[in-house]
């Protein structure tokens, strides 16, 4: 369900929660945490940025850090940043527009659970993915797969 784009700026969050308030962290540092390339991460960043979730200050002394409390945050708001495609102009079984007037076979089925995934994505929260966590070691993304 998530862009490999929404993936990395969900892990980046991640990362940037974990460090101390107002810590300016560079994104190169960020992409070897995470394990995602330097130049794709800082365009990743530069995006969250712009929803107002991280804010970013140029320099030597410059890097990340969230824009808002952890606790304000939710993987929808970072699926959003990231997912320019309107849902009604998906479909899920090829590459034409599909709609309730105009609905494929899979269309009803595929918007109910699109729905319910995307309601626990709005509900789900930064602070609530590291809830319990000491210190969040993030492997690296494996290379996708189709």
Known sequence: MLTRTAEHALRALLYLAQQPEGMLVPASRIAEAIGAPANYLAKTLQGLAGAGLVRGTRGRVGGYALAVPAKSITVGQVIAAFDST?????????DRACSGAKPCAAHLRWQH?????LQAMRSLRIQDLLAGVG???LAPLAPARF
């Open 86 to 94: 309107p849902e009604a102009d998906r479909c899920l079984l090829g």
């Open 113 to 117: 659970a699109r729905w319910a995934a």
């Open 135 to 137: 210190s969040l070691e």
